[in-house]
């Protein structure tokens, strides 16, 4: 552990402050009003807490990737904590990419608000079929050069955040080469031609910045500036930005997990059935340590993907973001799974979160790559052998 203080503050705060406000903030949300939402990330400003992954020159602490872990899993207890803190995906994937990549006046006009909690940003990479998806090789909105500017077109959906977003990071082909055919564009959400079709309706809670959009670009026009990174970069930059950003999934993963797991030892300890505690049962003390087991592995690939992250060991760390990836996603779900078994009807009920959590969880294993993909990688990966195991 390397931060153990500024962990347990983070703790703290999400058990006084968020925790507390969970209903409010969801009705209020609902509502699209953030009056408590505010005031919780102005109480976090002023704890020194806000965007805590960043760089301290950004306003955060500079606690590397290995920081992020200590700190995402306490936010992640809480499916609305790590907005609190402005953690929350996309916006803390594409504000790591955009401190990476863009341009001096890029950086100003767009990452500074979005740090500053002003604004919300999205990510806009997969399309309804035949488009980019699984396989974002299949990428049809096109970036096609007239002149002096780019004109985008195309047709994206699950943008998560888009409706709201102030601006989108665009995934758009440039030309035909399979590993060079791929731009990053940042684009106005409100810039002519942008059309929101509309909010996708799912299966998951709509919460905060987690709602689908679907989108369209129709000629919309974009200068030189609006390229990020380097044209032709963007198959590349999007897996720079998706291998931290899984890897933050995770650690938020994990809190959630760990958080229903101690809500199964309360109800363990006090429900009797057949005579004995539910926790006396053989079957439940089996559900209990696979799931606590797993959780525990989870973290350790997560934290050992971070130090390689942290090293800037980039390509090494990619497969084993997959393994982490697939772990975590399907240990929360597992985990989820079972604290509704362990709570009967009552896990069942929506007098607790399990079932929120469970619809929101279940996008676990497909967003940010399916889990058959990263499978496939991992394995492809073995077979090369060029992974090392027994690190
Ligand atoms: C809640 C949520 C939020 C998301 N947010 C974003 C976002 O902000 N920005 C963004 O760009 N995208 C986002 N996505 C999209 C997500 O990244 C894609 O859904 C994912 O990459 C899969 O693409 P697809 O849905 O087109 O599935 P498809 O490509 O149609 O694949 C369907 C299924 O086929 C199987 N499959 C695919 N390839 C293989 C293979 N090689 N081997 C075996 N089976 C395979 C998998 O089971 C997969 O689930 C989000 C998705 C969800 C659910």
Redesign the pocket.
């Known amino acids: 552990m390397r931060h153990p203080e500024i962990r347990s503050r983070v703790r703290a705060f999400l058990e006084q402050h968020i925790l507390p406000n969970e209903a409010q903030l969801i009705a209020e949300d609902a509502r699209r009003e953030a009056v408590t939402l505010r005031r919780l990330q102005a109480l976090a400003r002023a704890d020194g807490l806000w965007v805590p992954h960043l760089p301290v020159e950004l306003g955060g602490l500079g606690l590397g990737v290995v920081g992020m872990c200590e700190l995402f899993r306490e936010m992640g207890r809480s499916l609305l904590g790590p907005r609190v803190f402005n953690c929350d ?2 916006d803390q994937g594409n504000m790591d990419l955009l401190l990476r990549v863009a341009s001096a006046p890029l950086r100003e006009r767009w990452l500074r608000p979005l740090v500053d909690g002003e604004i919300t940003s ?8 035949p ?5 974002p090789s ?1 990428l049809r909105t096109t970036a096609v050069r007239e002149g002096d500017t780019w004109v985008l077109d195309g047709h ?7 409706a709201d977003a102030a601006f989108l990071i665009v ?1 758009a082909r440039t030309s035909a080469d399979d590993r060079t055919g791929a731009t990053l564009f940042i684009v106005d959400r409100s810039a002519p031609g942008v059309e929101l079709v509309r909010e996708i309706p ?1 299966f ?1 809670p709509a919460l905060l910045q ?1 709602r ?1 959009a679907e989108l369209r670009f129709h000629g919309v026009r974009l200068d030189d500036q609006a390229v990020l990174g380097r044209v032709g970069e963007g198959f590349r930059l999007a897996q720079a930005r998706l291998v931290p950003a899984r890897l933050s999934h995770c650690m938020r993963w994990l809190g959630l997990a760990d958080r229903a797991l101690g809500m199964c030892r309360a109800y363990l300890g006090e429900r009797r059935s057949f005579g004995r505690l539910l926790g006396d049962h053989q079957l439940i003390q089996k559900m209990l340590a696979d799931n606590a087991t797993a959780i525990h592995a989870g973290n350790l690939m997560t934290w050992h993907c971070a130090e390689l992250l942290e090293a800037e060991r980039t390509s090494e760390a990619r497969v084993y973001s997959s393994m982490a990836k697939n772990h975590v996603a399907g240990t929360l779900c597992k985990v989820l799974d079972d604290a509704i078994q362990m709570h009967g009807g009552l896990g069942y009920s929506d007098d607790l979160p399990f079932g929120t959590w469970y619809r929101s969880a279940r ?1 676990a ?9 990263h ?2 990688v991992i394995a492809r990966e073995v077979l090369k052998g060029t992974v090392d195991l027994l690190v």
């Open positions: 995906a996309p999205a990510f806009a990479m997969t399309e309804p079929a488009g980019a998806g699984a396989d299949n994206k959906w699950y943008t998560t955040g888009g995934m799912t998951g987690h689908e996008a294993r497909i967003a940010d790559g399916p889990d058959e993909v499978t496939m």
